[in-house]
């Protein structure tokens, strides 16, 4: 059976092994790490192969591996966000949850 990723923000992660699309800015790159932020809380992000400049807008798509130090993703996908308006497609999430 196929998961689909659901759009959430991350003060709602819960479960690890949980399939999750998360919007936020890139405040951190290191290696194949980079950590995003998104006026909720922020998460840790692995991802071979990218590269991601600081203050980016991106949703990302993946799987949670960590909940222990705080919230870790498998990236699978990482859509670009630098043209979405961050204001209105938060209260457009908060309104949706």
């Known amino acids: ?19 999750v699309a998360i919007s936020g800015v890139v405040i951190l790159v290191e290696n194949e790490v980079f950590l995003i932020d998104d ?8 991802f071979s192969n990218l590269e991601i400049p600081l203050g980016n807008y991106i949703r990302v798509f993946g ?7 705080g919230v870790e993703i498998q990236g699978d996908l990482v859509q670009d ?17």
């Not at 006026?39 to 692995?46: L, M, N, P, R, S």
């Not at 799987?63 to 130090?69: A, H, N, P, Q, R």
């Not at 630098?82 to 949850?97: A, G, N, P, W």
């Open 1 to 19: 059976m196929v998961k689909f990723a659901r759009e959430t923000f991350i003060r709602n992660v819960k479960n690890i092994g949980e399939k």
């Open 63 to 69: 799987t949670i591996i960590g909940l222990v130090s």
């Open 39 to 46: 006026g909720t809380g922020q998460a840790k992000i692995v």
């Open 81 to 97: 966000l630098s043209k979405v308006d961050k204001v209105l497609h938060k209260r457009v999430k908060e309104f949706l949850e």
